[in-house]
């Protein structure tokens, strides 16, 4: 069974601009969720999407967003980017449950790079 | 004050060595707890997970939970050099949609 990918691995772009992180779950899992991983605040979860709903949100601002398809495969979007973007986003995938019997796994990320 | 703490180390062990790594929490609604591995340049993977007090073991890996004293630890017995790589331990409650809350994680290198 393939594991989850992520597009692009890498990622350059300047301050103001905006950018579209993708993430496929594994074939059958219905939840994706999302982190940012930094060397200061390590992973923080952003937010989850089941079946293309919004079901829980971390602290971060509204440029911040994401969606999820009818196909479970899910992008993230950050406007407006910062300089403290800069990080590691990770997606994980899992079947949908609440609690951790739903086991998260995760994509190899995409390093984001703001200049 | 961090819902989760974890000691960063760096932990340097020679092969053969016990590790222990901990987390301590705050959030008394965390009900279930995992470990995770991550190797430079790759994303976390599940190393075991729990949801009740006592110990739990897996080959070379055990861990143990303490509900009471909110804290968590994982021991790796027989450490090898394969095992170094960046330990995270992970939490959630139980009717939390998805949002692990991680600690700092724990810089691992096990030298020959």
């Known amino acids: 069974k393939a594991g989850v990918t992520q597009t692009p691995r890498y990622l350059i772009k300047t301050r103001g601009q905006q950018v579209t992180l993708s993430c496929s779950p594994i074939?059958?899992?219905?939840?994706v969720s999302w982190y940012q991983q930094t060397p200061g605040q390590g992973l923080q979860f952003l937010f989850e999407?089941?079946?293309?709903?919004?079901?829980n949100k971390g602290n971060f601002p509204g440029r911040f967003s994401g969606r999820q398809f009818s196909n479970s495969r899910s992008e993230m979007n950050v406007s407006t980017l910062e300089l403290g973007d800069s990080a590691l986003y990770l997606c994980?995938?899992?079947?949908?449950?609440?609690?951790?019997?739903?086991?998260?796994?995760f994509g190899p990320g995409t390093r984001l790079t703001v200049l | 004050q961090k819902e989760v703490e974890q000691d960063p180390g760096p932990l340097s062990v020679p092969e053969g060595a016990i590790v222990s790594l901990n987390c301590t929490y705050s959030?008394?609604?965390?009900?279930?707890f995992m470990w995770y591995r991550q190797y430079s340049r790759k994303g976390p993977e599940l190393l075991m997970y729990?949801?009740?007090?006592g110990n739990k073991e897996d080959g070379r890996f055990t861990a143990q939970v303490d509900k009471s004293s909110k804290y968590i630890s994982l021991f790796i017995r027989d450490s090898q050099p394969s095992d170094s790589a960046t330990y995270l331990c992970?939490?959630?409650?139980?009717?939390?949609?998805?949002?692990?809350?991680f600690g700092q994680g724990t810089i691992l290198t096990v030298h020959p």
């Open positions: 994980a995938s899992s079947v949908g449950l609440a609690g951790a019997v739903d086991t998260q796994y």
């Open positions: 992970a939490m959630i409650g139980g009717t939390s949609y998805g949002k692990l809350t």
């Open positions: 729990t949801y009740s007090s």
């Open positions: 999407y089941f079946s293309e709903t919004q079901r």
């Open positions: 074939s059958g899992h219905r939840s």
């Open positions: 959030n008394s609604a965390f009900q279930y």
